[in-house]
């Protein structure tokens, strides 16, 4: 939208930097975006462990690890998107919508109770897909068409939010959320799991190599024979997918669809990317960047509820005020980067 | 542009989907008040005209900020947490009056709308992400401030939420004032011209001397000061502050309005009869649906699927 607006001030930027030793300052700066949310989190986790004894427990860690995880694979989703230059605000609907519909199929059997969140918030994504790759709107006006629509669905089949489906407690589908390995949530495993086959996607295949040239320049990859409206098409599908089975895993967890989540999660999901070092011009961005952009949006959540006296609003300033703080940052950086 | 290499036939079509594109808006209006006048029952009646309007007031005085916004090319995801903001503001310092109130309510619109165009145009963050973080941060600073409903208990507060001036409530003709303002702005004073100019193309907008970022601040400030006389207007209206729920969901019926309205999501161009328009339009559906029955699930799917019918028909109409 906004990606050649820059180029007077770019511009600009090349005559007054050109002479100076600007390959250093670009070394620095990539390294900045790279790792510098992995620092922030070492620092942020060291802080935390050493102000709250109650922050380097078990529980405390373990619990941590697995609402993150629901949120790192809307998140995983969420990164394709981002990279090709387009975004989803539809993810947060979705992962309620996967819940309910998931909670609603568990009397049917495990298997109806992955495939239908899958089925479901899978063609939503593509009906996304569709609207943008192959119509041309706008991705954030289609996917906040999406959000109002998924939950409208949701609340239809809720009885406008008034029934709660419940998950059998001894069933496998809610061992799949409540079960463990080697003392890990198996929620956890899922999810690293998911990560490794992102990143090997992303880094390793033909169609993560499109991911990144559709959102570096779309009419270049066109012209280098880049099929541009299937990729955008699959990392909107691909984002629908992700959102509703973390949707499925969560309401496994806790045993129950619950319709009122997920509102702001969208947010959270752009603000993990994005302090992951994917930039949000597209072209550019890390896999393993979100997981430590999850990580690190967990652990100030779970700083904030220790302090105790501060309650879930000052999470909500805080995220927000360190996802304009990090984008800015970004900005600053990446202006840079092009530069040269 | 088409028209060229295409026959004559197909020229005649497109001029006809032109127009339908550009009146549609009023169509559908015109289309759902009959369906209405015939279907419903008691809906033609002054009390019935007196709710309607009432309703539409605040939805349309934040999509009159939201044209602003997206003439320039951008948006304002804001708008809802700054209702909410403005509300939380008016219950604090309702202690010293009810104007002082509504002057801090507003200014705290104002605040976010710098802190919204600031990032935008200075730091050169997209509008979406920038007026996103504003929108978390929004509604969280609302609740730190105001954590629970608060009834507000003051004499002119009410006298603005249901009084009227010959059976024509306060809050509809602040409504109809602001609609003329801001179309009287952006057709009649060299900042409205400049802003669809930075719309329209912000390269070329620089190239030729016009004050970019100012304009585009200014732009901010006016969608953030809108919505929170919305913010004011609606609490005048419930005679309570609730900033967990006040203006949830806002941002999208501003965007649908303005986007049913005609105004391109690619900037350089404003309709204000259409964003009228538009906002009568999703009241009307609303309406439609809820008083036959029909859950207000529906609405919102009902919502989502007009939104992408708007944009879809104004696809190719784009810029000039």
């Keep these: ?340 | 542009m088409t028209d060229l290499t295409l026959g004559r036939v197909s020229a005649d079509r497109d001029r006809l989907l032109a127009l339908l594109q550009e009146y549609g808006v009023y169509l559908g209006v015109v289309v759902l008040f009959l369906v209405n006048t015939v279907f419903t029952p008691h809906f033609l009646s002054t009390e019935n005209f007196r709710t309607q309007a009432v309703q539409v007031a605040p939805v349309l005085i934040v999509a009159l900020g939201m044209a602003l916004a997206i003439g320039s090319e951008g948006v304002d995801l804001a708008v809802g947490s700054v209702m909410a903001l403005s509300t939380s503001l008016l219950s604090l310092y309702l202690g010293y009056g009810p104007g002082i109130a509504v002057l801090i309510a507003l200014v705290g619109g104002a605040v976010v709308g710098v802190a919204n165009g600031s990032l935008i145009a200075f730091v050169g963050v997209q509008p979406i992400v920038a007026t996103l973080a504003l929108m978390v941060a929004g509604r969280g600073l609302a609740l730190v401030l105001l954590p629970q409903l608060k009834d507000v208990h003051d004499p002119a507060m009410a006298e603005l939420g249901s009084g009227d001036v010959l059976g024509v409530p306060y809050v509809v003709l602040i409504a109809a004032a602001l609609a003329l303002l801001v179309g009287f702005v952006v057709r009649r004073t060299t900042f409205g011209r400049s802003l669809l100019a930075i719309g329209d193309s912000r390269p070329a907008a620089r190239l030729a001397g016009l004050p970019v970022r100012r304009v585009l601040i200014l732009v901010y400030v006016c969608s953030g000061v809108l919505a929170a006389v919305a913010g004011v207007l609606a609490t005048a209206r419930l005679t309570a502050s609730d900033p967990s729920s006040l203006g949830n969901l806002m941002e999208l019926s501003a965007i649908t309005a303005v986007v049913v309205g005609g105004t391109p999501l690619s900037g350089g161009r404003i309709r204000i009869g259409g964003t009228v328009a538009g906002a009568v339009l999703i009241q009307l559906l609303t309406t439609t649906l809820i008083k036959h029955d029909l859950p207000p699930s529906w609405t919102q799917i009902a919502q989502a699927v007009v939104i992408v019918l708007a944009v879809y028909a104004a696809r190719e109409r784009g810029k000039r």
């Excluded at chain 1, 969420?78 to 996967?98: E, P, R, Y």
């Excluded at chain 1, 479901?120 to 994504?125: A, K, N, R, T």
């Design chain 1, 1 to 340: 939208m906004t990606t050649d607006v820059d180029i007077p001030v770019r511009a600009k930027n090349t005559a007054e930097e050109e002479p100076t030793g600007a390959g250093r300052s670009e070394r620095l700066s990539a390294l900045a975006q790279q790792h510098g949310a992995l620092v922030t989190l070492v620092v942020a986790m060291t802080a935390a462990s050493l102000s709250f004894d109650t922050f380097l427990t078990g529980d405390n860690l373990e619990n941590m690890a697995l609402s993150s995880a629901f949120l790192a694979v809307v998140a995983l989703g969420m990164t394709f998107v981002i990279i090709t230059g387009g975004i989803d605000l539809s993810v947060g609907s979705l992962f309620a919508l996967g819940g309910v519909l998931a909670a609603w199929g568990s009397r049917y059997g495990a298997v109806v109770a992955l495939l239908l969140p899958l089925a479901v918030c899978g063609l939503i994504g593509l009906v996304n897909g569709l609207l943008i790759a192959r119509s041309r709107l706008a991705p954030f006006i289609v996917t906040l068409a999406s959000m109002l629509g998924a939950r409208g669905i949701l609340l239809s089949v809720t009885d406008e939010g008034s029934k709660t489906y419940l998950v059998d407690k001894g069933s496998f589908f809610a061992e799949l959320g409540q079960g463990s390995l080697l003392g890990v949530g198996l929620p956890v495993w899922i999810t690293v799991a998911l990560f490794v086959l992102g990143a090997v996607v992303l880094r390793r295949t033909r169609f993560g190599q499109y991911v990144y040239a559709v959102g570096g320049n779309e009419d270049a990859a066109a012209l280098m024979g880049a099929p541009v409206a299937r990729t955008k098409i699959s990392v909107y599908t691909l984002s629908g997918l992700c959102a509703g089975l973390a949707g499925a895993l969560n309401a496994a967890w806790l045993a129950s669809g619950v319709t009122i989540l997920g509102s702001g999660m969208e947010l959270e999901a752009i603000s993990a990317v994005v302090i992951g070092g994917t930039l949000l011009t597209g072209g550019f961005g890390f896999i393993s960047g979100s997981l430590v952009g999850v990580l690190l949006l967990k652990v100030i959540q779970n700083v904030i509820n220790q302090i105790g006296s501060l309650d879930s609003a000052y999470q909500q300033v805080v995220s927000g005020a360190f996802l304009a703080v990090v984008v800015i940052a970004q900005t600053w950086l990446g202006r840079r980067r092009r530069v040269l």
